[in-house]
């Protein structure tokens, strides 16, 4: 059976209408990035300086009393406040874009989704800064640190003698063969390591958001994930392996903050198929073969 050319015209009207909202809000959304990276390229070097505040404390901690960095391109300091203006505006505006978001798709959802899904709609933004703050103040200094332990300690004692005494301290040098090896930080790079860090945290602290929306879903149980825990800690191994720079201090930090993560989310996960069993259970519709019993 075919459709009449009327129906085709009733039937194409409301998407017209979704397509003029979604259009609306991706305006209001692409309009407070903007103005949030233009506020955040306001205060862009502070931010900078907060971001390199873990290797600024490492290089002062092995003796350094002056920490400087460098860039070597004419271009490359104002695209490094580009990028932290970039971030940080996406940052700044995620709140309206999540309300965006959220104008868009509540409309056509029960009252019932409506309730399951604000709170992850919370959580998300709650665990990705919790995630990226445990690695900018932990895991950052600690990795800036064991980069940087490998410094020549001649050099370190010819460094802190001078800061450590009223007088400018002689240090005479002894002859040395072969060539001296200093840390010439650039800020892009070091930046990288920082924001690879904040986000990989970030992103790895979504898991329980994932696994618990799954989980209501019933694409995954919890008895399933009980089961393949052991394939779990070998997919975590892998993911901080690759998102983590290449020590194993900070892969193994971020292992251990991850696992938990993922036994809080079986916990999450069994507690709401507790309470589908007692809502099935009192509307006479529990099936007692009911494979997430």
């Not at 039937?11 to 209001?28: D, K, M, T």
């Not at 965006?100 to 409309?107: E, G, N, T, Y």
């Not at 990989?200 to 979504?206: E, M």
Request: with cysteine; net charge negative; charged share 15%.
């Amino acid at each position: 059976m075919t459709m009449s050319d009327e129906e085709i015209d009733d039937s194409s009207a409301p998407l017209i209408e979704h397509l003029a909202e979604l259009r609306n809000r991706l305006i209001w959304s692409a309009t407070a990035f903007i103005v949030a990276m233009l506020l955040c390229f306001v205060v862009a070097e502070p931010i900078l300086d907060f971001m390199l505040r873990p290797i600024e404390n490492a290089m002062r901690e092995l003796g350094n009393p002056h920490p400087v960095m460098q860039y070597t391109a004419p271009q490359e300091y104002f695209f490094t406040l580009i990028r932290i203006s970039m971030v940080g505006g996406l940052a700044l505006s995620f709140p309206v874009i999540a309300y965006q978001l959220w104008r868009f798709v509540a409309p056509g959802l029960y009252r019932n989704e409506k309730n399951a899904f604000l709170p992850f709609l919370i959580a998300s933004p709650a665990l990705f800064i919790l995630g990226a703050t445990f690695a900018h103040f932990i895991v950052t200094p600690l990795a800036m640190a064991f980069f940087l332990g490998f410094a020549d300690a001649s050099s370190v004692v010819s460094a802190i003698l001078p800061a450590i005494t009223d007088t400018p301290v002689a240090v005479t040098p002894e002859p040395k063969v072969g060539i001296d090896i200093v840390f010439q930080g650039k800020v892009n790079e070091t930046l990288d390591i920082s924001l690879k860090l904040v986000v990989a945290f970030g992103l790895c602290f979504q898991l329980p958001v994932l696994l618990t929306l799954m989980g209501k879903a019933g694409l995954v149980s919890s008895a399933g994930l009980a089961g393949t825990r052991k394939y779990a800690v070998v997919m975590i191994l892998i993911v901080a392996a690759l998102v983590t720079p290449p020590d194993v201090m900070s892969q193994m930090i971020l292992f251990f903050a991850v696992y938990p993560l993922y036994e809080v989310s079986i916990f999450m996960i069994r507690r709401i198929e507790k309470r589908r069993e007692a809502e099935l259970r009192a509307e006479g519709l529990w099936d007692e073969g009911d494979p997430t019993e």
